[in-house]
């Protein structure tokens, strides 16, 4: 128990996120399934592969969950227990206070990250790209799919007509009132 931390692992949905460049960038091992949580075998590669990395015995406590499947791996560095079912959230460190803290301290990068873009001006430049990076043919096509309709006795793109059946936009009132 020193304290020592792997590289952080982060599980989405998408094999290769359009947010991202290229998994492998990134600063964090990237993992990707359906549900974007752990699996049995995403799991089990990591095992495999921290074992791998280690040069002394270890030590690893683990909870019952049903990711958590060993069978038929042969760990030379790492002994796996596993906690006592129903007890996981009272005597687990994660559990306990790793995770909250980790979650606390991320929310405040993010807020920080957030707030220097607001006070240096870089939202209205960032908000001006990402606007002009919007086009024309995305609008046209955003307002079809709602039901609008271009007029085809007409050759003005301008010109739309109201949907064949009206469209109720009382909730986008109340949300623009929202604000």
């Not at 990134?26 to 921290?50: C, E, G, H």
């Not at 906690?83 to 405040?108: E, G, M, V, W």
Request: proline share 4%; net charge positive; with cysteine.
């Amino acid at each position: 128990m020193n304290g020592e931390k792997r590289k952080l692992m982060v599980i989405g949905k998408s094999q290769n996120p359009r947010c991202f460049k290229g998994v492998k960038t990134l600063p964090v091992d990237y993992k990707a399934n359906k549900s974007a949580w752990m699996t049995a075998a995403i799991f089990k590669d990591w095992l495999i592969n921290w074992d791998k990395e280690l040069n002394r015995n270890i030590l690893l406590l683990i909870d019952n969950c049903p990711a958590h499947i060993i069978d038929c791996i042969n760990l030379r560095h790492i002994k796996v227990i596993f906690l006592p079912a129903n007890i996981t959230s009272i005597i687990q460190p994660c559990d306990q206070c790793i995770i909250r803290t980790f979650k606390a301290y991320y929310r405040s990068a993010i807020r920080g990250k957030v707030l220097a873009v607001i006070d240096n001006g870089l939202h209205d430049a960032s908000s001006k790209e990402a606007w002009n990076k919007v086009s024309v043919e995305t609008i046209r096509n955003c307002f079809r799919h709602g039901g609008f309709k271009t007029d085809d006795k007409t050759d003005n793109e301008h010109e739309h007509s109201l949907p064949e059946k009206p469209v109720d936009l009382s909730d986008l009132d109340r949300l623009w009132r929202l604000g």
